[in-house]
T-cell receptor, first 115, second 116 residues
Framework: AQSVAQPEDQVNVAEGNPLTVKCTYSVSGNPYLFWYVQYPNRGLQFLLKYITGDNLVKGSYGFEAEFNKSQTSFHLKKPSALVSDSALYFCAVRDNPTGGFKTIFGAGTRLFVKA | DTEVTQTPKHLVMGMTNKKSLKCEQHMGHRAMYWYKQKAKKPPELMFVYSYEKLSINESVPSRFSPECPNSSLLNLHLHALQPEDSALYLC???????????????FGDGTRLSIL
């Protein structure tokens, strides 16, 4: 069965510092991995995805994520955090090809960036 | 602005009322989804439509009734809801049913539903 874990409920970082939001996954096949961000009173917005190829994936708003197969991780990173990055971040996984129609979301990590 | 449009943005209804949530996308996506999201929690899948046919019903109570009139529209009909049904209801779409695709889902901004 597919599963995804975000071990931190909340991450606090100062503006200008690098940030990392952690995600680990479990699938039976090859994973499709996604990061989404949700701002207050908004839907989820797609940030980036890993399908295959280069382990370092670059996405929207300066975010990137590193796929690590041996550690089954897909951590979200940004070199320099902005106050406007404060939001709720969801890691998500689909099992390829056995996952069917479902995307499994992690519990979410709330990111606070202090000025 | 999101490419998936949901109406209304807010809805307050009594437990005996009947109302509908609407979702529209014009990206040519052939898969559409309904999710329920409680505060500070991840979205929970309710229904999936693939090529206008219901593909997944995640054991959702019958007081929620989905409808997909065409490839651009998705409705969620509500009747006799309970207070615990109060939540943010999100609609999403993707290019093809996600089991065959590596494409992400596009989400609307949701309808915030309150049951009195």
């Amino acid at each position: 069965a597919q599963s995804v874990a975000q071990p931190e409920d909340q991450v606090n970082v100062a503006e200008g510092n690098p940030l990392t939001v952690k995600c680990t996954y479990s699938v039976s096949g090859n994973p499709y991995l996604f990061w989404y961000v949700q701002y207050p009173n908004r839907g989820l917005q797609f940030l980036l995805k890993y399908i295959t190829g280069d382990n370092l994936v670059k996405g929207s708003y300066g975010f990137e994520a590193e796929f690590n197969k041996s550690q089954t991780s897909f951590h979200l990173k940004k070199p320099s955090a902005l106050v406007s990055d404060s939001a709720l971040y969801f890691c998500a996984v689909r099992d390829n090809p056995t996952g069917g129609f479902k995307t499994i979301f992690g519990a979410g990590t709330r990111l606070f960036v202090k000025a | 602005d999101t490419e998936v449009t949901q109406t209304p943005k807010h809805l307050v209804m009594g437990m005996t009322n009947k109302k509908s949530l609407k979702c529209e996308q014009h990206m040519g996506h052939r898969a559409m989804y309904w999710y329920k999201q409680k505060a500070k929690k991840p979205p929970e899948l309710m229904f999936v439509y693939s090529y206008e046919k219901l593909s997944i019903n995640e054991s959702v109570p019958s007081r929620f009734s989905p409808e997909c009139p065409n490839s651009s529209l998705l409705n969620l009909h509500l009747h006799a809801l309970q207070p615990e049904d109060s939540a943010l209801y999100l609609c999403a779409s993707s290019q093809v049913p996600e089991g065959l695709s590596n494409q992400p889902q596009h989400f609307g901004d949701g309808t915030r539903l309150s049951i009195l």
